[in-house]
T-cell receptor, first 114, second 108 residues
């Protein structure tokens, strides 16, 4: 089955720790994206990658880091510098690399930092 | 920055009713899309609709790019249509902006 997987579904961390969220796709899509969703709000773009070994900051990149070493994988690290890390994190991908075309989402990871 | 306004913010319908959801953009966007988020958080892409009209079963969407708005029509609503509907558009080819969503509840 083709799709996007995110793991884990729920993640709990202590304040001050870095944590890495996984995102894998087997759709052979060029572009991948990370979004953050807070309760009752829309999604906000954290980082995006339009091609392997390249990525760009989105609207709220501060306190986050990413890598894109393989086409299939786009992990997101939430660092201790992120002031309010507790949120629902969603990964997406799209076939074309440039232009934010039709996006498909993974099931998300709910991160709680205490 | 660009503002994306969705209306209404909340909508309650009886099963079988029709509805129209609206999305307004404060500036020109590209690659407008509509999504449905189910109660477990999964987002499903409903329409990729930069302009014109598309239909998929009971759902249809229309985007008038020159007037910076898009409409999502749901006909003969079912309880499984409940959830949050988001519109989103690409801005300056370096950002994707989402609205705050319309929360739809369909009662049996």
């Amino acid at each position: 089955d083709g799709g996007i997987t995110q793991s884990p579904k729920y993640l709990f961390r202590k304040e001050g720790q870095n944590v890495t969220l996984s995102c894998e796709q087997n759709l052979n899509h060029d572009a991948m994206y990370w979004y953050r969703q807070d309760p009752g709000q829309g999604l906000r773009l954290i980082y995006y990658s339009q091609i392997v070994n390249d990525f760009q900051k989105g609207d709220i990149a501060e306190g986050y880091s990413v890598s894109r070493e393989k086409k299939e994988s786009f992990p997101l690290t939430v660092t201790s510098a992120q002031k309010n890390p507790t949120a629902f994190y969603l990964c997406a991908s799209s076939r074309e690399g440039y232009g934010f075309y039709e996006q498909y989402f993974g099931p998300g990871t709910r991160l709680t930092v205490t | 920055g660009i503002q994306v306004e969705q209306s209404p913010p909340d909508l309650i319908l009886q099963e079988g009713a029709n509805s129209t959801l609206r999305c307004n953009f404060s500036d020109s966007v590209n690659n407008l899309q509509w999504f449905h988020q189910n109660p477990w958080g999964q987002l499903i892409n409903l329409f990729y609709i930069p302009s014109g009209t598309k239909q998929n079963g009971r759902l249809s969407a229309t985007t008038v790019a020159t007037e910076r708005y898009s409409l999502l029509y749901i006909s003969s609503s079912q309880t499984t249509d409940s959830g949050v509907y988001f519109c989103a558009g690409a801005y300056n080819n370096n950002d994707m902006r989402f609205g705050a969503g319309t929360r739809l509840t369909v009662k049996p």
